[in-house]
């Protein structure tokens, strides 16, 4: 969840409602604006590292720990863009192929991040013929 903080705007002491409706409208799109660059920054970094390492299943802390030090991350604000990152994937991931997810996300012995692009298409098997 995220704060906006947006100050009311008064005239003569009282509340300008129609200026503090715009005032807010303004800081919203203002937001969503830099929320928007902040996820397409976050998704080129991401994808960057898949980019340097193709078809390799990268483990979360590890892809996380890759694209902070790409986005050139410092200690105040490394847990948050950690957790950026991370969320990104998951909110981009999928079990299944068809769910037109960009990553799937493998547990366990073998498992980590990697994009489905990279991952063969399994082909049914041909049924034997006599």
Not at 28 to 55: C, M, W
Not at 67 to 90: D, G, I, K
Request: net charge neutral; with cysteine.
């Amino acid at each position: 969840m995220a704060t906006l903080t947006v100050n009311l705007v008064t005239k003569d002491g009282a509340i300008d409602q129609d200026a503090s409706r715009k005032a807010f409208n303004e800081a919203l799109v203002k937001y969503v604006a830099e929320r928007e660059t902040e996820q397409s920054t976050i998704a080129t970094a991401v994808n960057a590292q898949f980019d340097k390492h193709p078809g390799v299943s990268i483990n979360m802390p590890a892809l996380a720990s890759m694209t902070c030090a790409a986005l050139n991350a410092q200690p105040a604000n490394f847990s948050t863009l950690e957790e950026r990152c991370l969320s990104y994937v998951r909110e981009n991931a999928s079990d299944k192929r068809e769910d037109g997810k960009l990553f799937r996300i493998g547990k366990g012995k073998g498992g980590g991040v990697r994009r489905w692009a990279e991952i063969p298409v399994e082909t049914p098997a041909a049924p034997a013929t006599k």
